[in-house]
DNA sequence: TAATCATATTCCTATATCGGAATCTGTCAA
DNA sequence: TTGACAGATTCCGATATAGGAATATGATTA
């Protein structure tokens, strides 16, 4: 099995640098695809191809204005990934803690139970 | 060129539906691989090598006790896609007054089309 | 009508991938 | 030691990809 496909959903269409600028870009108001493609750099049909994928997941809008296609950021397809790495967010102070601790207990020697049983330290034999 | 690397950066590691599945089991407290391959149901190495890739970018911090090796999810590591997702978050609220707006105005022959980019009329000659 | 601008699609190819099966490494117990 | 357990790694194969080049579609203007 190889990969899941860039658009079967919001998370695999975003891994793609090229598509985040694109998103980044186009966050607050609508723009023709010849911008992206002065702004980013990219050869035409590199960010027509990315605009697809972005498109095909609901992360962009499109609309036609005589000769040229504007794109726009829909943000709201952003926030189920803003709400999963949410759900870590009540770890990171957790986390941060515990490195303070360990920095700590490295400067003493002594070594005393903690607050929290933690497993036997790693031992060689 | 094909697709940049799973374990290149936090994104494209995220992406994979199991390794988030992984990181979400792995929160709060470590846990050796056995119990992963219970809870998701996968092979022992399909468990493995998402763990190397979340390793890899570090997603995941790993410890040996005895024969087991505990693995627990590096929740700051999660930080730089809460934050990239959280730049887009002043455009929600706008975006949904957009779209009542748009709702609202369709009693009237509203002007504007919608999400796709629909043939106009065609235009006389 | 033809010419031109704006964008999309198709064809091409090297490559990283995911899962499965088999195998290897490392740790503990008797 | 041997055996058993816990994980990691390697080999395999089908597949979707990203970019480049060429081409197609669609809309406007002369």
Do not use: C
Not at 34 to 55: E, I, T, W, Y
Not at 82 to 108: M, V
Request: zero cysteines.
């Amino acid at each position: 099995m190889p990969r899941a496909a860039t658009s079967s959903d919001v998370f695999n269409a975003v891994a793609e640098h090229q598509r985040r600028a694109i998103l980044d870009f186009l966050a607050g108001d609508e723009r023709p695809v010849n911008d992206l493609v002065n702004a980013l750099g990219l050869a035409q049909p590199s960010v027509s191809k990315h605009l697809r994928v972005l498109r095909d997941v609901g992360l962009v809008r499109a609309r036609r204005d005589g000769r040229q296609i504007l794109y726009r950021t829909n943000a709201s397809a952003i926030r189920p990934l803003y709400e999963w790495a949410g759900t870590f967010e009540r770890f990171w102070g957790q986390q941060l803690r515990r490195i303070k601790e360990r920095a700590e207990s490295s400067h003493r020697p002594a070594r005393e139970g903690g607050d929290r049983p933690h497993k036997p330290e790693k031992h060689k034999h």
